[in-house]
């Protein structure tokens, strides 16, 4: 069957619809480039969370809901047992680093590059001239809650927590909680949290 086929077997509208989509196509390298992306992220929601992990490249023992995209996977440096909710949007393209055991939830946003130089130049036109890149890093054990947003260039420290809808603009200690926008300390992820937690845990299983 050739695609012209394809369409008339189409009910008309649809088929008149998919001809306006392909009458849009921009044939450019760029555009080619970002198809194939488009492409492959549309095809892996029919994987599950680690398959989708493996085709992104990261160690079997990570999982990856569906929806979430990552810009420039190849700039991305990611541990062990890493959970990403659906959703999230990880921009690798100024170089990410993300913990083991660490979980990016629904809606996270974490970003490497801004594109701000550009807006106030006046010259935010393709090809990116104007991107500054600033590596993030994201450490072991951390807890990123969504709807929440990491910005370029900030570490957030080991075993900390990111509470719901905070925009980290700095860095964040090693155990620290931390909330809001922006984000500041409200607590400590300490071995008291860890005992609570615990305690909590051994009475729901015994209910």
Aim: proline share 5%.
């Amino acid at each position: 069957m050739t695609f012209d086929d394809f369409l008339r077997a189409l009910e008309p509208a649809m088929a008149e619809r998919m001809r306006e989509v392909l009458a849009a196509r921009v044939d450019s390298e760029r555009n080619r480039a970002l198809r194939g992306d488009i492409a492959l992220r549309f095809l892996s929601q029919l994987l599950t969370d680690d398959e989708r992990a493996h085709l992104l490249g990261l160690p079997a023992s990570c999982r990856v809901r569906e929806g979430t995209k990552i810009l420039m996977p190849e700039r991305l440096v990611c541990g062990e047992h890493v959970w990403i909710g659906e959703n999230a949007y990880l921009d690798a393209s100024g170089g990410l680093t993300i913990g083991d055991h660490a979980t990016l939830g629904v809606g996270v946003y974490v970003w490497t590059h801004t594109s701000a130089l550009a807006n106030l130049l006046q010259a935010n036109r393709p090809g990116g001239a104007h991107v500054i890149r600033r590596p993030t890093v994201i450490g072991r054990g951390c807890y990123i809650v969504g709807h929440s947003v990491i910005n370029p260039g900030v570490t957030v420290g080991d075993g900390a927590f990111v509470l719901p809808m905070s925009a980290v603009t700095r860095d964040v200690a090693p155990g620290d909680i931390v909330a809001g926008a922006p984000a500041q300390p409200v607590g400590r992820a300490d071995d008291g949290l860890v005992q609570r937690l615990q305690d909590e845990l051994r009475a729901q299983r015994a209910s």
